[in-house]
């Protein structure tokens, strides 16, 4: 019987980790949609230092297409999650309990020091929208962004 308890409870923590990515998997987004690479696109660089982004203030039309290019220029690690407040929140809970969980969306990624990757992005809602880091502590330490849509 403690060998079946035991068995139950390393089943759970090693599927954990996978439920919690699914949780974060999006069928639709709250800022707009993934880009389209034939379209042309405004390219926004944003430096990822240690706890803030520059520029860390971003306006853009609605319909807009931008390639953010995102360089860590920082010494840890940053992300760069694009959603609304409320959402990113949440997920931040999520990533207290799973704090090396790796983003592979289409509206996120996470960087390693010294390293540039590239988000395309069309923004077909009007609002007020967030960028942060998610790795625990650096949201709370100001490492958040703001894409105004008009």
């Known amino acids: 019987m403690k060998t079946i308890k035991l068995a139950t409870a390393l089943a759970a923590l090693l599927i954990a980790p996978a439920f919690a990515h699914d949780q974060h998997e ?9 880009g389209n690479p034939k379209k042309s696109a405004r390219t926004i660089e944003i ?12 306006e853009v039309k609605r319909g807009e ?17 694009l959603a609304t407040t409320k959402e990113n929140l ?18 996120g990624v996470r960087l390693a020091p010294h390293k540039t990757a590239e988000i395309l992005w069309k923004f077909t809602k009007a609002g ?23």
Not at 26 to 34: D, V
Not at 47 to 58: G, Q, S
Request: glycine share 8%.
């Open 26 to 34: 999006h069928g639709s987004f709250s800022a707009g949609e993934p």
């Open 47 to 58: 430096l990822l230092n240690e706890m803030d982004y520059a520029p860390a203030r971003i």
């Open 65 to 81: 297409q931008i390639r953010f290019v995102l360089r860590n220029v920082g010494k840890e690690d940053h992300e760069f999650l």
């Open 90 to 107: 949440a997920h931040a809970e999520v990533m207290k309990k799973h704090p090396h969980m790796e983003h592979d969306d289409p509206n």
């Open 128 to 150: 007020t929208f967030e960028f942060s880091c998610l790795i625990p502590g650096h949201r709370d330490y100001g490492m958040v962004g703001h894409v105004t849509v008009n």
